[in-house]
């Protein structure tokens, strides 16, 4: 079946840092992938949608600035959280679509995101 | 604009016990319907989805889930559950025929934890 590999799986880093969190399609072409963050015992919230060799399209009240997203190639895009403060300290996922309207997203395992 | 509720935020049962997680959602158009199972510190995983045709969907680890229209519901079941179905459930909708920026977005449910004791 479809696999997404994200990776890191955890990063725990200090206040300013940026971090990139990758996101792969392993056996197939992804032309769409999104970014989810969760906070403790919520549900996900989408992010942005990730469109390969595109911008990439951010929902409302996600600053493109500090959440960088390249998709530069069929299977992978990368997610940066730049100069990441505390408040960003999440579980970030990624998943990823086929081109084919009804095939579901298949998501990543998720990366814990520990700013100290 | 789509949304879903999960009525139910936990859920306990006793092994060996049937379950059934609500879902509703509200739509003006018609939805692809799906959900998802997520253990602790993990991604989503898809357990069923409803496309069209037969409103009785058969997924994986005996999971099923009916698609009611005029209730605008789409409860998961199953009739017997494990130790190892305990984990968060989540329902969640997207609309084929959204373009431009809003195709194949999922709008997701708050979630529902099952808890299995033994």
């Known amino acids: 079946g479809a696999v997404v590999s994200q990776h890191p799986s955890r990063v725990i880093c200090k206040s300013g840092t940026s971090v990139k969190i990758e996101c792969r399609s392993l056996d197939f072409q992804a032309t769409t992938m999104f970014w989810y963050r969760q906070f403790p015992k919520q549900s996900l919230m989408l992010m942005a949608t990730?469109?390969?060799?595109?911008?990439?399209?951010?929902e409302q009240g996600v600053e493109k600035d500090k959440f960088l997203i390249n998709h530069a190639s069929l299977t992978l895009s990368t997610l940066t959280v730049t100069s990441a403060h505390p408040e960003d300290s999440s579980f970030y996922i990624c998943?990823?679509?086929?081109?084919?309207?009804?095939?579901?997203?298949?998501f990543g395992d998720g990366t814990r995101l520990s700013i100290l | 604009a789509q949304s879903v509720t999960q009525l139910d935020s936990q859920v306990p049962v006793f092994e060996e016990a049937p379950v059934e997680l609500r879902c509703n959602y509200s739509s003006s158009v018609s939805v692809y319907l799906f959900w998802y199972v997520q253990y602790p510190n993990q991604g989503l995983q898809l357990l069923l989805k409803?496309?069209?045709?037969?409103?009785l969907v058969k997924g994986i680890n005996g999971f099923e889930a009916e698609f009611n229209k005029s209730q605008t519901s789409f409860h998961l079941r199953k009739p017997s559950v494990h130790i190892s179905d305990t984990a968060e459930y989540f329902c969640?909708?997207?609309?084929?025929?959204?373009?431009?920026?809003?195709?194949?977005?999922?709008?997701f449910g708050q979630g529902t934890i099952l808890t299995v004791h033994p």
């Open positions: 998943s990823a679509r086929r081109q084919d309207s009804n095939q579901p997203q298949h």
């Open positions: 990730s469109n390969e060799g595109s911008k990439a399209t951010y």
């Open positions: 969640a909708v997207s609309d084929p025929g959204a373009g431009g920026t809003s195709y194949g977005k999922l709008t």
């Open positions: 409803y496309l069209s045709g037969s409103t």
